[in-house]
């Protein structure tokens, strides 16, 4: 077996946060990731500690499974080199603004008719076109425009930004599944394509799949404005919910669970209650609900509580730290954490890709790449004489060398696509 995306390669140009996620998703399928940075490297190669320069936490966990090559495009010869480069390539992904592909030819229109083959996608923050199209784009951005920051008024009293870099990641994977669907578009067409997914947009009808509400049915400019928001969501009652000594994450949904709930609680005739009896009317009445949900569960602990719901088949669970999932007992069973040996940087920890196909073979996991590691190998496999890098000089971002005994770099030669 081979991994589903095996003989695939992509040339990734992006960096920071979003493009770089849609890959990595893309090498932990079994591409051949081709990171091209320039003689700086990725912003992030800088963030967080580090036990070599140019090798931070940051970037250790947003490029496993990738090659390194190092590029100026805006050095003649590179720009050959990145040519030739992509006659070999299926997938070309970058996060540049219209204006900066234009300058260095690499927009779609510039490379279709030399590489009809050639998927390119791009990682936007506005869709072109717009008003906001060519302005600059981060997570924070993104998470203010989008209405995302605004809901946590709704509950935290004040507008707040989700405390992971929501945005960025979520396009990521939906910049991943774009470009596969436009590699089944070739396998049938054998033509590649332009990819545009914008963040923006990409999180908006993220936020507004269940936020639009009832404004769904309201499309006409005509139709009284409706408010937006779902009530569930934006209840106060929308929390973990205090037991004897701490806290429960609680949901049950269905009429049937609700009935099982109600009889663990005490409270079998609130099953026919016409308060509670089904979802509507439960969605209208969430106050009081909860306040007599949260009453019952304060007189017990939280780990009685989740004993009875395990036993009644009401999804539950408890509020876990960070620390708490590095230790889950489910993740340590699967082997959702993997420790990856590293040339230069030792033992580094990772998580498995989430994806299980029955008739493929996840990647091997490789450790994100040093600085320029695979420029010259690259460049060879291109027919393209070597940059005369003397073999006892540091890489690029590293303080000491490579040990000798490091395992042997792949063919990467393959036929122009």
Not at 42 to 56: A, E, H, L
Not at 192 to 215: C, N, R
Not at 304 to 315: R, T, Y
Request: hydrophobic share 40%; aromatic share 6%.
């Amino acid at each position: 077996m081979t991994a589903p995306l095996h003989d695939i390669r992509i040339v990734d140009l992006s960096n920071f946060v979003f493009g770089p996620v849609a890959t990595q998703l893309l090498g932990d399928m079994g591409a051949e990731v081709i990171k091209v940075e320039p003689p700086g490297g990725d912003p992030t190669r800088g963030i967080g500690k580090s036990r070599n320069d140019g090798m931070g936490s940051f970037f250790l966990n947003l490029n496993r499974n990738k090659k390194s090559v190092v590029l100026d495009l805006k050095d003649s010869r590179d720009a050959e080199a990145f040519r030739r480069l992509l006659e070999t390539a299926d997938v070309l992904v970058h996060n540049m603004r219209s204006d900066a592909e234009r300058k260095l030819g690499i927009d779609y229109s510039s490379l279709a008719p030399s590489y009809p083959r050639l998927i390119h996608a791009v990682a936007l923050g506005f869709a072109k076109g717009g008003p906001y199209s060519e302005r600059p784009a981060y997570d924070d951005v993104i998470q203010g425009l989008s209405g995302l920051a605004g809901l946590q008024s709704q509950l935290a009293g004040a507008p707040a930004y989700i405390p992971m870099l929501m945005a960025d990641k979520l396009s990521g994977v939906a910049l991943s599944n774009a470009i596969c669907a436009a590699l089944v578009s070739r396998c049938r067409t054998g033509r590649g394509q332009s990819v545009q997914v914008p963040m923006f947009e990409t999180v908006t009808s993220f936020v507004l799949l269940e936020h639009l509400a009832d404004a769904a049915l309201a499309p006409s400019p005509d139709t009284p404005a409706v408010p937006l928001g779902y009530a569930r969501a934006l209840s106060p009652t929308h929390r973990p919910l205090s037991t004897a000594d701490g806290l429960v994450c609680l949901v049950a949904n269905t009429d049937a669970q609700w009935q099982r709930l109600f009889d663990l609680i005490g409270r079998p005739d609130y099953a026919t209650d016409p308060r509670f009896a089904n979802i509507g009317s439960r969605m209208r009445h969430l106050e009081a609900l909860y306040a007599v949900v949260e009453g019952a569960l304060r007189t017990r602990t939280t780990a009685e509580w989740l004993g009875a719901f395990e036993n009644a088949d009401i999804p539950a669970s408890p509020v876990s730290s960070l620390q708490e999932v590095r230790s889950d007992p489910h993740l340590v069973h699967t082997g959702f954490f993997q420790t990856v040996p590293h040339a230069t940087e030792g033992a580094l920890l990772t998580t498995k890709s989430p994806y299980v196909f029955s008739a493929s073979e996840p990647a091997t996991c490789a450790g994100p790449p040093r600085l320029g590691e695979h420029t010259e190998e690259i460049l060879q496999s291109l027919g393209l004489p070597p940059r005369g890098r003397n073999d006892e000089e540091p890489v690029p971002g590293e303080r000491s060398p490579a040990p000798t005994s490091s395992p042997a770099a792949p063919d990467t030669r393959r036929s122009p696509r």
